[in-house]
Nanobody
Framework: QVQLVESGGGLVQAGDSLRLSCTASERTFSTYFMGWFRQAPGKEREFVAVIGQNGGTTNYADSAKGRFTISRDNAKITVYLQMNSLKPEDTAVYYC???????????????WGQGTQVTVSS
């Protein structure tokens, strides 16, 4: 079972940038699709971005397009989410997740991290 640990969250101002990291516990990381999700207070968890096994394929939520970039380094068993031009509405707990490759984009994620808080002040 893959364990995922997110890091890099924090308190920033609107317009700032932040890079989240998610490190896996084992080398089978490279076989999974990796995604980022977020959950704001009082709202349901929502999809942010997903990346294919070798990093060549990505998919983004409309809210993330043009501002966020997902990437991965299989040698470091880590997936990243670079977030630029942050807005107060980006405030949420951000989760990374791993999906066994079944369909693209994945509709089911098998392993989840504990999340990291991102707070954007206006």
């Amino acid at each position: 079972q893959v364990q995922l640990v997110e890091s890099g969250g924090g308190l920033v101002q609107a317009g700032d940038s932040l890079r989240l990291s998610c490190t896996a516990s084992e080398r089978t990381f490279s076989t999974y699709f990796m995604g980022w999700f977020r959950q704001a207070p009082g709202k349901e968890r929502e999809f942010v971005a997903v990346i294919g096994q070798n990093g060549g394929t990505t998919n983004y939520a409309d809210s993330a397009k043009g501002r966020f970039t997902i990437s991965r380094d299989n040698a470091k068993i880590t997936v990243y989410l670079q977030m630029n031009s942050l807005k107060p509405e980006d405030t949420a707990v951000y989760y990374c997740a791993a999906a066994v490759p079944r369909t693209w984009p994945p509709v089911r994620y098998d392993y989840w991290g504990q999340g990291t808080q991102v707070t954007v002040s206006s």
